[in-house]
């Protein structure tokens, strides 16, 4: 875990997203969103944009802040018909996640184009997503995990 821990808040995620927004240049017909960090992208831009085809994919990564030696990716929805898919996700860490997500699309739907987004994405990390917004400067307490908590 990195040292300081950096809250980051409902309005910064949303004038975040409006930045990510400005940057997606590529058109798509379905939005994936990796559970759980993804989740309320996938559904805000898939508000914004107007797109039903909205689905999630599931990946545990992390137990806690610990992270797994091994990424496991299931709940892999039916994509068959899609031809453009934008996967997004908060936060391209180490860059596991998405890795073994597009391996197991690409396997999978051998014919589509996957592109992908985050909100943050640390430069050390072995993939980087096709469109993000800032580098962590800490570890991110995410409102969505610690909110209900407080």
């Given at each position: ?6 809250y980051y808040a ?82 391209v860490d180490s ?54 908590r407080k």
């Open positions: 875990m990195m040292s300081s821990e950096i409902y309005e910064e995620y949303k004038q975040d997203l409006k930045v990510l927004i400005s940057y997606i240049d590529q058109p798509f017909d379905a939005i994936l969103g990796i559970a759980r960090g993804g989740l309320s992208m996938a559904q805000m831009l898939g508000e914004y944009y107007g797109l039903r085809d909205v689905y999630a994919i599931n990946t545990i990564g992390y137990e806690d802040n610990q992270k797994n030696e091994f990424v496991e990716v299931f709940n892999i929805p039916d994509l068959q018909s899609r031809k453009t898919v934008l996967i997004v996700d908060d936060i860059g596991d996640t998405l890795v073994e997500v597009l391996k197991v699309l690409h396997e999978k739907y051998p014919a589509v184009t996957f592109f992908s987004a985050s909100l943050f994405y640390k430069k050390t990390a072995k993939i980087a997503p096709t469109w993000f917004v800032k580098e962590p400067k800490g570890w991110i307490d995410f409102f969505w995990s610690v909110d209900l």
